[in-house]
């Protein structure tokens, strides 16, 4: 059995395939373009594993997706592929409306073909789940309940509008031609080899460096942080166990403010790796205006793939934390090198 993972070059991408090869002997397909946020260097330790393979693509080119589904033959296409930073979405949002919603797209019409010529017992099996983000569903204010998978959708900006396009294609594509899809909702998640333009390795780098910390406007907008691997489980409960056409949320019930979270990162380095002035790295925050429709809460209600799947995260944001700074402080030439 194969399954197919896009944009596993990348931040949770890299981190399922490690992940999955430490607990499965199926083979596992990457399929990434290598843009900026994707590194091979991530998949290092498992490049000679004989469960793993590695197509350079673009998932908007459907005669190369064709290509990989008949010859690989896969039981799932788990989608990460995406351009993912919202700044950059500001900036140039014709990539995300080319990758996130035409790409997509392609790759609904390639596994639709492939879907189509599977034998009946194959069909049962196949699966083809997109990875999507809690900002589709816009923002809530502090006393909103967090998100339900029946949220209506309010994205604003670019970034979390394509990829609300995203889902409702593949929802369309479960309901016009039956092709079993799943989708997953997940907050902001943080970890090893996620790239330093997203705040928490960006503050490490900036900090380590002797560099102001910036934080957009008073810091006050709210995420819900979990732990990489706690998603990449989540993901991997619902490839095995997800009702077909449902959406899941994933989240961590780990509300902070952006502002919290950088004191946190700025503690655990004066602990672990203290300035050479013994001074806190926290003198180097400076506040920064804000971005445009900077939403200003996220938080998930993870009820759904907790009570159906048995899901539960495994870290809580402090050992996650910890673990994450530690990683990034062991291999702070990944931050330096970019
Ligand atoms: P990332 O930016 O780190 O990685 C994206 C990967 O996709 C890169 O390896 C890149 O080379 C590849 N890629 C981009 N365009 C491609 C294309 N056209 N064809 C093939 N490959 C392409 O992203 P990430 O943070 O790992 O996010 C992965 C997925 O999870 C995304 O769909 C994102 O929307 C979703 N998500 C992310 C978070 C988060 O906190 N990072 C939270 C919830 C959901």
New binding site residues.
């Given amino acids: 059995m194969t399954i197919i993972v896009?944009?596993?070059?990348?931040?949770?991408?890299s981190n399922f395939i490690l992940n999955w090869l430490s607990k499965n002997k199926e083979t596992i397909i990457n399929?990434?373009?290598?843009?900026y946020?994707?590194n091979l260097e991530n998949l290092k330790s498992v490049e000679c594993n004989p469960n793993y393979k590695c197509f350079l693509?673009?998932?908007?080119d459907s005669k190369f997706i064709s290509f990989i589904l008949v010859k690989y033959k896969p039981r799932a296409i788990l989608h990460?592929?995406?351009?993912?930073?919202v700044d950059r979405s500001y900036h140039n949002p014709d990539t995300f409306i080319?990758?996130n919603i035409i790409?997509t797209y392609r790759l609904l019409e390639e596994s639709r073909n492939f879907y189509n010529k599977l034998s009946v017992k194959d069909k049962k099996i196949f699966r083809f789940l997109h990875?999507?983000?809690?900002e589709v569903y816009g923002s809530l204010n502090k006393a909103d309940h967090a998100f339900k998978e029946t949220n209506k959708f309010y994205p604003n900006s670019p970034y979390s509008a394509s990829?609300a396009s995203a889902d409702l294609l593949v929802r369309a594509w479960f309901h016009t031609y039956n092709l079993p899809v799943l989708i997953t909702n997940?907050?902001?998640?943080y970890g090893p080899y996620?790239?330093p333009e997203?705040l928490i390795p960006l503050c490490i780098f900036k900090a380590l460096k002797g560099e102001n910390i910036p934080i957009y406007g008073d810091g006050q907008q709210v995420r819900d942080w979990l732990y990489v691997d706690d998603h990449c489980n989540g993901i991997a409960d619902v490839l095995n166990s997800g009702r077909v056409g449902e959406t899941y949320n994933i989240g961590g019930c780990n509300e902070k403010t952006n502002l919290e979270v950088v004191h946190t990162l700025c503690d655990l380095l004066d602990e672990l790796c203290p300035r050479s002035d013994y001074k806190s790295y926290k003198e180097q925050i400076t506040f920064v205006k804000d971005r445009p429709a900077h939403d200003s809460r996220y938080a998930i209600n993870a009820s759904k793939i907790i009570n159906e799947l048995g899901w539960k995260p495994k870290d809580t944001f402090n050992t996650g934390i910890r673990k994450t700074i530690q990683w990034y402080l062991a291999n702070n030439g990944r931050l330096f090198s970019i």
């Fill in positions: 896009t944009g596993a070059a990348g931040f949770i991408g399929l990434d373009k290598l843009t946020a994707g693509g673009d998932i908007s990460f592929a995406a351009e993912s930073h080319q990758t790409g990875v999507s983000t809690d990829k997940c907050s902001n998640n996620q790239f997203k």
